[in-house]
């Protein structure tokens, strides 16, 4: 139950005066292709996860102009009248094509594909950008994070440290999506069944007379699910022993063994070894240990390695800012247009910086995949008419070091980019969030462990095919 609101004008304002130029130039109707892809993963990882293609869509479904955005663009009074009266009956009636939310996606290789009109495609970029780009940095962020517990549940906690209330509700999405088990987040629960978890605060324990009657009362209210902060004072003095006391005298006579403690402070590698001792000699080995704490991906796995016994992780301000690499960087640029005979033409950006160069014409991308191990090993940009020759060996260069390169035999072709729009009317089976984290979780498990390590990852091979190549080369020479 996604609480509607009319975000179309939740835009840079040159897209309003270039649609505005186009219209008046009568270049408005012009087909264009224009592409989403980004330039570096964050952290220096090995792949990227994308997200966001459902907000995206529910946009682009929702396009409209209301009277009083015409009126506010109208007292700008540098819009003609005529395009003003486009507006009113303005929706999108192009094609989009995109990668399925969830999916492991590199560098330089479009992972949405717009072809509409140029106000049309125009105007989309900044939605689309922010939704791709938040959405994929938190849901790349949560796997590390997920991926250094080895197995152990994260719960997402960071809600009071996102940047606005639309970070923290679409931000625990993407963490589920990434793979967290759960969010503090209630709305997110509500909205998109990501399943929130909590139980108190420290504030909850300062409230009563004593920290046993706080934990006992506790234990009363939610037998099935106590978790008992032991920090608020000393946790071996007094929190853990209070802890015990409270399961004994309520838990255990109900036959309850679902119970935790949470450590949210201290050395919590030491305090989480004695904590499992002392709960071990008091008869509770079952009852598990959950921390918290100003987390992220080196210190859980540093956690880990030193052997902190530790049953699941909550992790807050890391995760849901990403705080080590905050920025996704995707960028929307033009690919191609169409000529009045519907010829597509190729068009590139140049820059002195190599890296800025963007790969032209409409596009295609398939993943190549190992038939043996069934591993991914390269993905490959094709124009948008090629179909990738699996039956002969195929051969694929390194994107940063050309002269490397390997040649790939009994190999499987998969396109990546899925149509969601055409003609405007959406084709695409927006799939359960649940289904989407399952399928997020398969796509991990087809890259090597190479690429998924942390520090230095393996380099995927991302390649241009030779036709593609060729054009962009050929458009270089032609502009020098």
Request: proline share 4%; with cysteine.
């Amino acid at each position: 139950m996604e609480n509607k609101r009319n975000l179309t004008m939740l835009c840079d304002f040159y897209e309003l005066t270039m649609a505005n130029g186009y219209f008046k130039c009568g270049k408005g109707d012009e087909i264009s292709y224009f592409d989403v892809f980004f330039r570096n993963v964050p952290d220096g990882g090995g792949y990227a996860i994308a997200a966001g293609l459902e907000q995206i869509i529910d946009y682009i479904k929702n396009l409209r102009f209301d009277d009083e955005d015409i009126e506010y663009l109208r007292s700008k009074r540098i819009f003609d009248e005529d395009f003003l009266s486009y507006l009113r009956e303005f929706k999108f009636t192009g094609d989009m094509w995109a990668v399925p939310e969830g999916t492991i996606i590199f560098p330089n290789e479009p992972v949405i594909t717009v072809r509409a009109p140029a106000v049309e495609a125009q105007f989309i970029e900044t939605f689309l950008l922010l939704t791709f780009n938040h959405q994929s940095l938190i849901a790349t962020k949560s796997n590390r994070i997920v991926r250094a517990a080895e197995g152990r549940a994260i719960s997402e906690f960071g809600s009071r440290r996102a940047h606005n209330a639309d970070a923290a509700i679409y931000g625990a999405r993407a963490a589920y999506i990434g793979g967290c088990a759960a969010t503090a987040c209630t709305v997110s629960d509500e909205m998109f069944g990501v399943p929130a978890t909590g139980t108190m605060a420290h504030s909850w324990v300062q409230m009563f007379d004593s920290e046993y009657e706080a934990f006992r009362t506790y234990c009363e209210i939610y037998p099935n699910s106590a978790t008992l902060l032991v920090d608020t004072y000393n946790v071996l003095k007094s929190g853990i022993p209070n802890a015990i006391r409270a399961f004994r005298d309520v838990l255990v006579p109900m036959g309850i063994k679902n119970c935790a403690i949470r450590l949210d402070s201290g050395d919590i590698t030491y305090l989480s070894k004695r904590a499992r001792r002392m709960l071990d000699d008091a008869g509770f080995d079952y009852c598990k240990i959950v921390v918290s704490n100003s987390l992220d991906e080196y210190l859980i796995r540093d956690m880990i390695r030193q052997g902190a016994k530790v049953d699941a992780f909550g992790v807050g301000e890391r995760l849901i800012t990403s705080t080590s690499s905050p920025v996704f960087g995707g960028v929307y640029k033009l690919a191609a247009v169409e000529d009045g005979e519907g010829h597509i033409i190729p068009r590139i950006k140049i820059s002195e910086n190599v890296t800025k160069i963007t790969n032209p014409h409409f596009k295609k991308v398939y993943r190549l995949y190992s038939k043996e191990t069934g591993k991914a090993e390269a993905d490959l940009i094709t124009v948008y008419d090629e179909v990738v020759d699996t039956t002969k060996p195929l051969e694929i260069f390194d994107p940063d070091f050309t002269w490397k390169r390997k040649v790939m035999n009994n190999i499987e072709a998969r396109p990546l980019l899925v149509e969601i729009f055409k003609n405007g009317e959406l084709v695409y089976d927006v799939p359960k969030l649940s289904d989407v984290r399952t399928y997020c979780a398969n796509e991990v498990d087809t890259m090597w462990d190479e690429v998924r390590r942390f520090d230095n990852p393996h380099n995927y091979y991302v390649d241009l095919s030779q036709k593609l190549w060729d054009i962009k080369q050929n458009l270089i020479s032609s502009s020098r």
